[in-house]
């Protein structure tokens, strides 16, 4: 299994600013994601966190809003900006080790409330 | 994309009951995954299944990946198994996992 540290686990931001989460794991995974869950929703994905490229974004989702970056194998970051209160979510960072099980894991989420 | 969808949407149990949560997707997945998402958001690893049978305490799982569907049997309920238990699949065009709609379980003493 990987051990997946987010921070912060949850913040209040002003509408029209920007939050930045960071995902540490504590070994080199080959693929990291960025999920959102709104409340009482499930999980979507935003985008895979490729190392040393662009970010690959799902549908409805865009790098203007969503900006990545994985500048290592055990590193990324989500940046969610301009800020409304409809971001207002818990953004969960996930990893992936290639060649284990397959197992999916995850930090445990931050927390963001949009004012 | 694929569409994951998981029944029922909502379940209440009296402890010590058994139940099977059921989750059905739309085309051929590599991998999937049970997790149980308990009252404080962590999610929680249960079972990685994408075919057969695994058995873990009072948990099982079956996947029968040529007709899409998987199976989360819980037996001998207890309060802590309350929360939300989602399936997720991981696309055989790459590596995302996309997430069923959950079942959200509540057992009561």
């Known amino acids: 299994s990987a051990v997946i540290s987010q921070k912060p686990s949850r913040d209040i931001c002003q509408r029209g600013t920007s939050l930045t989460i960071q995902c540490q794991v504590d070994?080199?995974?080959?693929?990291m994601f960025w999920y959102r869950q709104q409340p009482g929703q499930s999980l979507t994905l935003i985008a895979t966190?490729?190392?040393?490229?662009?970010?690959?974004?799902e549908s409805g989702f865009v790098i203007d809003k969503f900006p990545i970056s994985r500048p290592n194998l055990t590193f990324s970051t989500l940046t969610v900006s301009n800020l409304s209160p409809e971001d207002s979510s818990i953004y969960l960072c996930?990893?992936?080790?290639?060649?284990?099980?397959?197992?999916?894991?995850f930090g445990e989420g931050s927390r963001l409330t949009v004012l | 994309g694929i569409q994951v969808e998981q029944s029922p949407p909502d379940l209440i149990l009296q402890e010590g009951a058994n139940s099977t949560l059921r989750c059905n997707f739309s085309?051929?997945?590599?991998?999937l995954q049970w997790f149980h998402q308990n009252p404080w958001g962590q999610l929680i690893n249960l079972f990685y299944?994408?075919?057969g049978t695994k058995q873990n305490g009072r948990l099982s799982a079956t996947t029968v990946a040529t007709e899409r569907y998987s199976l989360l049997y819980i037996s001998s309920s207890q309060t802590t198994d309350s929360g939300v238990y989602f399936c997720?699949?991981?696309?055989?065009?790459?590596?995302?996992?996309?997430f069923g709609t959950g079942t959200s379980l509540t057992v009561i003493p």
């Open positions: 996930s990893a992936y080790r290639d060649g284990s099980t397959g197992e999916l894991f």
């Open positions: 070994s080199q995974v080959t693929m």
């Open positions: 966190a490729n190392q040393g490229s662009e970010a690959t974004y």
């Open positions: 085309d051929s997945v590599n991998n």
């Open positions: 299944i994408p075919s």
């Open positions: 997720a699949v991981e696309s055989n065009t790459g590596n995302q996992f996309y």
